[in-house]
């Protein structure tokens, strides 16, 4: 299992930015993805979860109506959409697949919020 985070960098408050993990190892067609986020000092942090043919997707609270989630199974690529942008957003962001029982991560990819 191989997941490569992109597409990270510096952007201004309520500025967007779109995130690609682009995954391989396994047939990714059949299993949900997710990212998920660390702070400076924080605890890693869940944030989106797609299941495997984009039937559901669920957030979380503090990025709801700001952030979607979305998946290309053709390209076994899967995307973070960022919109609104605010400081607190300011982490590495993480995909992650849940395998056979073990959770796997990409390198992670910054994502810094600031004027």
């Known amino acids: 299992v191989q997941l490569v985070e992109s597409g990270g960098g510096l952007v201004q408050p309520g500025g967007s930015l779109r995130l690609s993990c682009a995954a391989s190892?396994?047939?990714?067609?059949?299993?949900?993805m997710s990212w998920y986020r660390q702070a400076p000092g924080k605890e890693r942090e869940w944030v989106a979860t797609?299941?495997?043919?984009?039937?559901?997707?669920n957030y979380a609270d503090s990025v709801k109506g700001r952030f979607t989630i979305s998946r290309d199974n053709a390209k076994n690529t899967v995307y973070l959409q960022m919109n609104s942008l605010k400081p607190e957003d300011t982490a590495v962001y993480y995909c992650?697949?849940?395998?056979?029982?073990?959770?796997?991560w990409g390198q992670g990819t910054q994502v810094t919020v600031s004027s």
């Open positions: 797609i299941t495997s043919a984009s039937s559901r997707r």
């Open positions: 190892g396994f047939t990714f067609s059949t299993y949900a």
């Open positions: 992650n697949i849940q395998y056979r029982g073990v959770d796997y």
